[in-house]
C-alpha cells in the first residue's frame, strides 16, 4: 500500500510522486527470449519486458521464511503481537497490473505503473511492487484479519538503504459495519487505552478524522472514527511492543510516537507513524482506513476496518543497527551466525573493505530517454551486490547539437572480501559494453 516522502518511505504502499509522472517508459532491454520461465512456468514477453535476470534469481530465496534470519524474527514478533489472525506468506510474488494498482484505486496515469519503477514479466504480469497487491485476493476468501508476509519489487537507485527487492509485512482488520459490531470496536477501543495508558509511551497524536484527512462519502463519520482509533490504538502497542525494550526503558525515556496525516489512494482517513528512536524521528509504517471501493471489489461491501503496510527492512536495520540494505541478502556465517530466531541483538561490523570508484560517461541516444533506475537496473544485472552505491555526478544538454551527456560514479564495495582493480576493470567494462548494447548509448 503506501507512498512517503522520506528515504525508503517505508517502503509501504506504492510511491505517489507527482512529480515523476512524467516518467517514460525507457530501457527496455533489447535480445529478449520469446519467453521467460519464472517459477515453473512460463510467459511470453513483450515490448514492456523489462524483468532482469538478477531480479529473477532472488524470488525463490523469501528471506522472510528463513529460520534466524532478521527479517524471518522480526515478522515473527509481529505475528506474536496478533495471535489470532491469519499469518500468510505463500502467495506468488506474481500478479496483474489490475491487482496491483486497479482494485487499490490507483489512477491511471500513477507513476508506479510506469516500466521505470517496476518489473513488468509482460504487459499482462508483474512482479508485486507491495503486499496490497493481495488485499482484495484475501478479503475475498474471507479473512477478516490477517498479516501477509511477501518480498515486493521494485526498480530504484543504488544505495545502502535502496535494494530492488525487499519484505513488507501488510496487515488488515475489518468489521461488520453495523452498531453492534461498532460497539464492539467502541469497547476494543477502552481496553487498548488502559493497556497504553500502563505503559512508558508518549503519543503525539493528530484528529482521527479531519477536513483534511476526511472520512470517506459512503461512511458514518462516527464510525469512521472508532475504526481509525482502533487502528491508532493497536498500533501505538505495537509500536510499543517493537521499541519500548530500548526507548521505554525508563520513566525518564519514554517510547515517543507520532501520528502525521497522508495521504493514499487505497485508504481514508490516511496516516504515517513516526518514532523517535536513538536520538531521532524514523519513519516506521503507513496505514489508513481502508477505501470502500476495495471492500466492494473484495464482496464484503458490508465491512469497513482499517489497514497498515511495514518495510521489515527498514526497522529491521534499525533494530539491528546493520548499517547496509546488500547485508540482509549476504550468505557469510559471519553475517548469518550472529542471530538468533526470536531475539535482536546488535549486528557487529565483521570488516570494512575498502572502496574502488569508477566512473561512466555516454551521450544518450536522440530522442530516448535513459532513466536513472535504467542505469541502476543493467549495473545490478552486470555486478551484482559488488556495488555499494551510484550517484550521478554530472548531467548536461549540449547547446548546439541537444544531446543529453550524463555521467555516473560507481562505488565498487563487497560485503565480504576486497576486490582488486584488475576484476574491477572486468566488470566495469562488461558495464559499459552493456551500456552501448543494451541502451544504446555512446560512450564518451
Known amino acids: 500500500m503506501l507512498q512517503t516522502a522520506r528515504i525508503l518511505s517505508t517502503r509501504l504502499f506504492v510511491r505517489t510522486r507527482t512529480s515523476d509522472a512524467r516518467r517514460l517508459i525507457s530501457g527496455v532491454s533489447s535480445g529478449l527470449p520469446d519467453h521467460l520461465e519464472i517459477l515453473g512456468t512460463r510467459y511470453p514477453t513483450d515490448a514492456i519486458t523489462n524483468v532482469t535476470p538478477a531480479i529473477l534469481s532472488k524470488l525463490s530465496l523469501r528471506l522472510h521464511t528463513q529460520h534466524a534470519h532478521p527479517l524471518n524474527t522480526l515478522r515473527s514478533l509481529i505475528e506474536a503481537h496478533y495471535p489470532d489472525w491469519a499469518h500468510l506468506s505463500s502467495l506468488s510474488p506474481l500478479v496483474t497490473p489490475y491487482q496491483n494498482f486497479d482494485e487499490l484505486s490507483f489512477p491511471k496515469d500513477h507513476p508506479g505503473r510506469a516500466v521505470t519503477d517496476s518489473y513488468y514479466v509482460n504487459k499482462d504480469m508483474m512482479l508485486r511492487t507491495h503486499t496490497s497487491a493481495h488485499e482484495v485476493e484475501v478479503f475475498r476468501k474471507g479473512h477478516t484479519k ?21 519484505h513488507q509485512m501488510e496487515g488488515a482488520c475489518i468489521f461488520d459495519a453495523d452498531a453492534s459490531a461498532m460497539k464492539a470496536v467502541e469497547e476494543d477501543n477502552a481496553r487498548l487505552s488502559q493497556q497504553l495508558e500502563q505503559a512508558n509511551i508518549v503519543i503525539e497524536d493528530v484528529p482521527h478524522i479531519s477536513p483534511t484527512n476526511p472520512v470517506q462519502p459512503s461512511h458514518d463519520a462516527r464510525h469512521s472514527e472508532l475504526v481509525a482509533k482502533n487502528l491508532k490504538l493497536s498500533l501505538n502497542t505495537l509500536m510499543f511492543k517493537l521499541f519500548g525494550g530500548v ?4 520513566k525518564e525515556n519514554p517510547l515517543r510516537v507520532r501520528w502525521i496525516e497522508a495521504y493514499f489512494p487505497f485508504t481514508s482517513p490516511s496516516f504515517e507513524v513516526e518514532v523517535f528512536f536513538q536520538g531521532k524521528w524514523l519513519e516506521i509504517l503507513g496505514c489508513g482506513v481502508v477505501r470502500q471501493a476495495t471492500l466492494d471489489t473484495a464482496g464484503v461491501s458490508n465491512k469497513m476496518g482499517w489497514a497498515f503496510g511495514l518495510g521489515l527492512e527498514r526497522i529491521a536495520m534499525i533494530l539491528y543497527s546493520i548499517p547496509d540494505i546488500r547485508l540482509f541478502w549476504s550468505t557469510d556465517p559471519r553475517f548469518l551466525s550472529q542471530f538468533e530466531h526470536g531475539k535482536i541483538t546488535t549486528f557487529k561490523p565483521y570488516s570494512k573493505y575498502p572502496s574502488c570508484f569508477k566512473d561512466v560517461s555516454f551521450w544518450s541516444p536522440k530522442d530516448k530517454t535513459i532513466h536513472e533506475n535504467d542505469f541502476c537496473d543493467l549495473v545490478r544485472d552486470v555486478a551484482g551486490d559488488l556495488v555499494e552505491d551510484v550517484r550521478k555526478i554530472d548531467h548536461f544538454v549540449h547547446p548546439k547539437t541537444g544531446r ?21 576493470n572486468v566488470i566495469q567494462s562488461q558495464v559499459v559494453s552493456r551500456l552501448r548494447d543494451q541502451l544504446g548509448v555512446e560512450i564518451r
Open 146 to 166: 490477517w498479516l501477509l508476509t511477501a518480498d515486493v519489487y521494485r526498480r530504484d537507485e543504488i544505495d545502502g538503504s535502496h535494494y530492488p527487492v525487499f
Open 247 to 250: 526507548a521505554g526503558s525508563s
Open 404 to 424: 543529453t551527456s550524463t555521467c555516473f560514479r560507481i562505488n565498487y564495495r563487497s560485503m565480504d572480501r576486497s576486490l582488486s582493480n584488475e576484476e574491477v
